[in-house]
């Protein structure tokens, strides 16, 4: 099997299972966060700075401006949140949204024997994704700090013909206010 076969199967499996889970969100405790708004580092494939705002206590929208070795991107991503365990102060969240990227250099795959195989992005070129996140937050009582986990799977068209899926991991550390 292609390893893109096996990335596009392991995003289906992963989708489905938190649709699955997603079914039973009203037996939750709903707990509130522990603050309002945080500014931060995301480390992973998308890379950067993270702006995170609570609408109430549980709907919040997050704003990353990224940074990769070709480019740059901006995601904007719709989350809910739920107390995880019952620990104060950890929460799991979920959502979904979108990104936009520009590349500013080109890009290359290249066969193990140094040749060069396939463009995947050319300078100038713009990709428009869907994104979805699962993680854990967990807010450091008695200090301004937040620190998450998560999973950020997404799916890029770009203006070059190319399709890209990623389950983009991240760990993120962010100043809360």
Known sequence: MKPRSKINILFLTLYIGL???AQNLSDLVIEESDYKTSIGLRAGETSGLTFKH????QDAIDVIAGAWHHGFSLTAMYERSANAFGVAGLIWYYGGGGHASLATTQ?????????????????????LGVDGVFGME????????AVSLD??????????????????P????????
Do not use: C
């Not at 799916?155 to 013909?161: L, M, P, S």
């Not at 991240?170 to 206010?177: A, M, R």
């Open 19 to 21: 649709t699955a889970s």
């Open 54 to 57: 609570f609408f109430t206590g």
């Open 107 to 127: 890009g290359y795959y290249y066969h193990r024997d140094g040749n060069r195989r396939a463009e995947f992005y050319r300078q100038g070129s713009v990709g």
């Open 138 to 145: 967990y807010k450091i009582p008695m200090a301004p700090i």
């Open 151 to 168: 999973v950020k799977p997404y799916i890029e068209f770009v203006t070059t013909g190319g399709i890209w899926t990623s389950l983009d």
């Open 170 to 177: 991240g760990l993120g550390v962010k100043i809360t206010l």
